[in-house]
């Protein structure tokens, strides 16, 4: 039991890698995860600095965090928001934490900055990659916000602060729906910041996740209609059908073998054990020989080729499955290609030129889902790759509603089911 | 978060790192690599690595196998800023966005850049990621890239060290001086003609001190003996790492062998003169307040022991070094002092520990005056 006496002031501080909280009120319920100590003193992960915090607000007991960076100078702080976004008043009521649902890129915008205000401390914006984080930039420095923001992509902050001291009160959350989820999980404890707010773009299974550390649901927005969606399925060649079907049918035969040794592990279970196993890994091999061949092949080159033809003019973007096609679509039809490979400046000077629409045409892999405004585009061409339904409505997102995405699926290959699975989930 | 050092194939014996080194029995498999290798030489980077993808690891590589194929990969694509690529891609996108025909486009690319248009397409990547071009460098084979894989094992564990200690006996200029234009500040505990033991600190919270402190493996086979031990970090444990003159490591570029060709002549002199000592240049480092002084030789006798002496040719290019210099003769026992005669006071001339010189045309005298001074001293040891 804690003994303490009434006025004492609680004090929040760093012991180790752990949070420490001296003079802890008896009448307060600590969070599950935090402990005490023999010297009746309050030990608790440093990701847990947020609940511990709301925890002593919502008794009325007096506290002093000497984790809290020193506060933002009025000077530095961005411009104020007219009207104030709905969902701030209600995210500042809930301590500084929670996630809003669908809200646009302006929208986004406007409710980071108020929030910044309220909580006058230097924010942290952890966005997923390289293109986003130059997107997020540029928007920033059209309101005069950069000062107050720092914009990092999640693996850059995972190698800068693993066990640092926090330097941000304030962490922000772009599209945390298409992050990694373990990589997430670690940044967010090791920031051990005091308020956060997580900005989904569409909810899925994941939001129960995200609601667990980014706090209440605050507002939700039913997105915009989406452009419209065309499927073309396209034929292998006949020498690259036999080289899918032969890789497919070594993969189905490892896999099954797999699967009749270990009945209850699933696919990714299989991946994780081929990487290490020479066993399985034949296997796994085959299963990427497949998937390249329907990712990657002439009919999908010749699409790529007659769309870019029909839609000259537009603002086309083109999503393949990964860097070396990129720049095979980027050498054939000399389109500006936009990869991690590219130097920083260049890719920045890329996406200017293509929101100024001074550059047509953009092809890429990944830094497209969100280095591009959302329905800055006409035409979308998904070629292939994505990892999920979060990219692939991501990479919908960026084309506007009166515009047209182009799907190209091999046929017969796995390629169908998944562009029928993910459609339907788009629809619902 | 794990690290790149996790991945360096390494065993803890007894809380100490032993890495597990390539030697000359990996030769076979690194010559058959590098054969593999030399048939991409003029394709893109993608190729080898499909290749090597695709292909078994020889069964004695075991967990180096990664390893080596990134010091081959470094090797023969080295990673360069090529500003004219990223010219070229500017030029090209740039004028196909404004509407002019491909044909057109390449053309003026072409004619700017000095390409034949055909071969501007392939050049519009050629400083990106896989799409670089494979090039055979000079002086690759088995045996380098064997010492270039334990130099890179031994730096990717040195990244995580925390603490170490250093005896350095010979280059030890060199070998600090390279570790100071990286950053990394060595305190010297203990120095005498047979070595200097030196300690390292990182500051606090300075995670690149490690780095830093691993950028000086390549000059240390330069060092006649050394021994690194160091703290470092392999999968989420603490263990000793120990780097020694006898690893197989790749050295870097060679440090100047001799300040100035006095120096040099006054070696070859020593060597001659005194057949039964054994000279080494730049032997350890000497503190001399917080700052460290680099005697030019140490002369060990080689049979019967002994304490071994210093010598310094002091060039004085700047006069103000001498007073330090004087501090150390006086200081240390067995240190000889050679002056330039037009800096060297008649008192300090009649010292008998200090040689004035006019040029080089005293080397023989200088010689032969350190000769008689280390030959007195170990008569009157004798004597006594």
Same mark, same amino acid.
């Given at each position: 039991?804690?003994?303490?006496?009434?006025?004492?002031?609680?004090?929040?501080?760093?012991?180790?890698?752990?949070?420490?909280?001296?003079?802890?009120?008896?009448?307060?319920?600590?969070?599950?995860?935090?402990? +005490?100590?023999?010297?009746?003193?309050?030990?608790?992960?440093?990701?847990?600095?947020?609940?511990?915090?709301?925890?002593?607000?919502?008794?009325?007991?007096?506290?002093?965090?000497?984790?809290?960076?020193?506060?933002?100078?009025?000077?530095?702080?961005?411009?104020?928001?007219?009207?104030?976004?709905?969902?701030?008043?209600?995210?500042?009521?809930?301590?500084?934490?929670?996630?809003?649902?669908?809200?646009?890129?302006?929208?986004?915008?406007?409710?980071?900055?108020?929030?910044?205000?309220?909580?006058?401390?230097?924010?942290?914006?952890?966005?997923?990659?390289?293109?986003?984080?130059?997107?997020?930039?540029?928007?920033?420095?059209?309101?005069?916000?950069?000062?107050?923001?720092?914009?990092?992509?999640?693996?850059?902050?995972?190698?800068?602060?693993?066990?640092?001291?926090?330097?941000?009160?304030?962490?922000?959350?772009?599209?945390?729906?298409?992050?990694?989820?373990?990589?997430?999980?670690?940044?967010?404890?090791?920031?051990?910041?005091?308020?956060?707010?997580?900005?989904?773009?569409?909810?899925?299974?994941?939001?129960?996740?995200?609601?667990?550390?980014?706090?209440?649901?605050?507002?939700?927005?039913?997105?915009?209609?989406?452009?419209?969606?065309?499927?073309?399925?396209?034929?292998?060649?006949?020498?690259?059908?036999?080289?899918?079907?032969?890789?497919?049918?070594?993969?189905?035969?490892?896999?099954?073998? +797999?699967?009749?040794?270990?009945?209850?592990?699933?696919?990714?279970?299989?991946?994780?054990?081929?990487?290490?196993?020479?066993?399985?890994?034949?296997?796994?091999?085959?299963?990427?020989?497949?998937?390249?061949?329907?990712?990657?092949?002439?009919?999908?080159?010749?699409?790529?080729?007659?769309?870019?033809?029909?839609?000259?003019?537009?603002?086309?973007?083109? +999503?393949?499955?990964?860097?070396?096609?990129?720049?095979?679509?980027?050498?054939?039809?000399?389109?500006?290609?936009?990869?991690?490979? =590219?130097?920083?400046?260049?890719?920045?000077?890329?996406?200017?030129?293509?929101?100024?629409?001074?550059?047509?045409?953009?092809?890429?892999?990944? =830094?497209?889902?969100?280095?591009?405004?959302?329905?800055?585009?006409?035409?979308?061409?998904?070629?292939?790759?994505?990892?999920?339904?979060?990219?692939?409505?991501?990479?919908?997102?960026?084309?506007?509603?009166?515009?047209?995405?182009?799907?190209?699926?091999?046929?017969?290959?796995?390629?169908?089911?998944?562009?029928?699975?993910?459609?339907?989930?788009?629809?619902? | 978060?794990?690290?790149?050092?996790?991945?360096?194939?390494?065993?803890?014996?007894?809380?100490? %790192?032993?890495?597990?080194?390539?030697?000359?029995?990996?030769?076979?498999?690194?010559?058959?690599? %590098?054969?593999?290798?030399?048939?991409?030489?003029?394709?893109?980077?993608?190729?080898?690595?499909?290749?090597?993808?695709?292909?078994?690891?020889?069964?004695?590589?075991?967990?180096?196998?990664?390893?080596? #194929?990134?010091?081959?990969?470094?090797?023969?694509?080295?990673?360069?800023?090529?500003?004219?690529?990223?010219?070229?891609?500017?030029?090209?996108?740039?004028?196909?966005?404004?509407?002019?025909?491909?044909?057109?486009?390449?053309?003026?690319?072409?004619?700017?850049?000095?390409?034949?248009?055909?071969?501007?397409?392939?050049?519009?990547?050629?400083?990106?990621?896989?799409?670089?071009?494979?090039?055979?460098?000079?002086?690759?084979?088995?045996?380098?890239?064997?010492?270039?894989?334990?130099?890179?094992?031994?730096?990717?564990?040195?990244?995580?060290?925390?603490?170490?200690?250093?005896?350095?006996?010979?280059?030890?200029?060199?070998?600090?001086?390279?570790?100071?234009?990286?950053?990394?500040?060595?305190?010297?505990?203990?120095?005498?003609?047979?070595?200097?033991?030196?300690?390292?600190?990182?500051?606090?919270?300075?995670? $690149?001190?490690?780095?830093?402190?691993?950028?000086?493996?390549?000059? %240390?086979?330069?060092?006649?003996?050394?021994?690194?031990?160091?703290?470092?970090?392999?999968? $989420?444990?603490?263990?000793?790492?120990?780097?020694?003159?006898?690893?197989?490591?790749?050295?870097?570029?060679?440090?100047?062998?001799?300040?100035?060709?006095?120096?040099?002549?006054?070696?070859?002199?020593?060597?001659?003169?005194?057949?039964?000592?054994?000279?080494?240049?730049?032997?350890?480092?000497?503190?001399?307040?917080?700052?460290?002084?680099?005697?030019?030789?140490?002369?060990?006798?080689?049979?019967?022991?002994?304490?071994?002496?210093?010598?310094?040719?002091? $060039?004085?290019?700047?006069?103000?070094?001498?007073?330090?210099?004087?501090? #150390? #003769?006086?200081?240390?026992?067995?240190? #000889?002092?050679?002056?330039?005669?037009?800096?060297?006071?008649?008192? %300090?001339?009649?010292?008998?520990?200090?040689?004035?010189?006019?040029?080089?045309?005293?080397? $023989?005298?200088?010689?032969?005056?350190?000769?008689?001074?280390?030959?007195?001293?170990?008569?009157?040891?004798?004597?006594?």
């Amino acid at each position: 039991m804690v003994g303490r006496h009434a006025d004492m002031t609680t004090i929040l501080e760093r012991c180790g890698g752990a949070l420490r909280a001296r003079g802890w009120p008896p009448d307060c319920m600590p969070p599950p995860g935090a402990t +005490f100590d023999a010297d009746g003193s309050l030990r608790a992960p440093l990701g847990l600095r947020a609940r511990l915090r709301r925890a002593l607000a919502a008794t009325g007991a007096p506290f002093v965090d000497s984790l809290a960076p020193p506060p933002l100078p009025a000077e530095r702080l961005p411009p104020g928001v007219v009207p104030p976004p709905a969902a701030l008043a209600t995210w500042w009521r809930h301590g500084g934490h929670g996630h809003v649902v669908g809200l646009g890129d302006g929208e986004q915008l406007d409710l980071v900055l108020g929030a910044v205000r309220c909580a006058a401390s230097r924010a942290l914006l952890v966005v997923r990659d390289s293109g986003a984080e130059l997107r997020w930039q540029a928007l920033l420095r059209e309101r005069g916000a950069a000062a107050a923001i720092d914009v990092w992509p999640v693996a850059t902050v995972a190698r800068r602060f693993a066990g640092g001291a926090p330097l941000h009160d304030f962490v922000v959350v772009a599209q945390p729906e298409l992050h990694p989820p373990p990589t997430l999980a670690t940044v967010i404890a090791g920031l051990a910041a005091a308020h956060v707010l997580a900005l989904v773009d569409h909810a899925g299974p994941e939001l129960l996740g995200i609601s667990a550390w980014a706090g209440p649901l605050l507002q939700f927005v039913r997105r915009r209609a989406a452009a419209a969606h065309v499927e073309l399925h396209l034929p292998l060649l006949p020498a690259e059908r036999v080289a899918h079907d032969a890789a497919w049918h070594e993969f189905l035969g490892a896999y099954d073998a +797999f699967a009749a040794m270990r009945p209850s592990a699933g696919f990714g279970t299989f991946v994780r054990e081929a990487r290490g196993e020479p066993a399985w890994r034949p296997g796994l091999l085959a299963w990427h020989r497949a998937r390249a061949v329907a990712a990657w092949n002439h009919a999908k080159a010749a699409a790529c080729g007659e769309l870019l033809a029909r839609h000259r003019g537009a603002s086309v973007l083109v +999503f393949t499955p990964d860097r070396a096609s990129a720049y095979e679509i980027a050498r054939e039809h000399l389109v500006a290609p936009l990869t991690a490979e =590219l130097p920083r400046a260049e890719r920045a000077a890329l996406l200017a030129a293509f929101a100024r629409r001074t550059l047509r045409t953009l092809v890429g892999p990944r =830094l497209l889902e969100l280095g591009v405004d959302a329905g800055a585009a006409d035409v979308g061409i998904v070629v292939g790759g994505g990892f999920g339904l979060a990219d692939c409505r991501a990479r919908h997102d960026r084309i506007a509603p009166a515009g047209i995405v182009y799907e190209l699926v091999a046929e017969h290959t796995a390629e169908v089911g998944r562009a029928r699975r993910f459609a339907d989930a788009m629809r619902r | 978060m794990p690290c790149a050092a996790d991945r360096v194939p390494c065993a803890r014996i007894d809380g100490e %790192l032993v890495p597990d080194w390539l030697s000359a029995a990996d030769q076979p498999w690194l010559r058959e690599l %590098l054969l593999d290798a030399g048939a991409f030489v003029g394709r893109p980077l993608a190729s080898l690595q499909a290749r090597w993808r695709a292909s078994e690891p020889p069964p004695r590589a075991g967990a180096r196998w990664p390893l080596v #194929l990134q010091v081959v990969q470094r090797r023969l694509v080295p990673r360069s800023a090529c500003s004219a690529a990223t010219a070229l891609r500017i030029r090209v996108f740039g004028a196909v966005a404004a509407g002019v025909a491909r044909a057109e486009a390449l053309a003026a690319a072409a004619a700017e850049f000095g390409l034949e248009p055909a071969a501007v397409p392939a050049a519009l990547f050629a400083d990106l990621g896989a799409q670089r071009v494979v090039r055979w460098p000079a002086e690759l084979d088995a045996t380098s890239l064997r010492l270039e894989a334990n130099t890179w094992l031994a730096r990717q564990l040195l990244a995580t060290a925390t603490s170490a200690e250093l005896e350095l006996q010979g280059a030890s200029r060199a070998v600090l001086r390279t570790a100071w234009l990286n950053g990394t500040w060595f305190r010297c505990l203990a120095a005498d003609p047979s070595g200097a033991r030196l300690q390292w600190r990182p500051g606090p919270g300075d995670r $690149g001190a490690g780095r830093r402190l691993a950028a000086m493996v390549p000059v %240390l086979p330069w060092a006649r003996r050394y021994v690194l031990r160091a703290t470092c970090r392999w999968r $989420g444990a603490a263990g000793t790492f120990v780097l020694s003159s006898l690893d197989e490591l790749m050295p870097g570029a060679a440090p100047a062998a001799f300040d100035s060709q006095l120096e040099r002549e006054l070696a070859a002199a020593l060597v001659r003169e005194l057949p039964e000592w054994d000279v080494t240049r730049e032997p350890a480092s000497l503190p001399r307040g917080d700052r460290l002084a680099f005697p030019d030789f140490a002369l060990q006798r080689r049979c019967g022991g002994g304490a071994a002496w210093w010598l310094e040719v002091a $060039g004085l290019r700047d006069p103000a070094a001498l007073a330090g210099k004087l501090e #150390l #003769l006086r200081a240390e026992e067995r240190y #000889l002092l050679c002056v330039p005669r037009r800096w060297c006071p008649a008192a %300090l001339a009649a010292e008998p520990r200090v040689c004035a010189f006019a040029g080089r045309a005293d080397v $023989g005298s200088m010689a032969a005056w350190v000769r008689s001074c280390v030959a007195r001293r170990a008569l009157r040891r004798d004597d006594a």
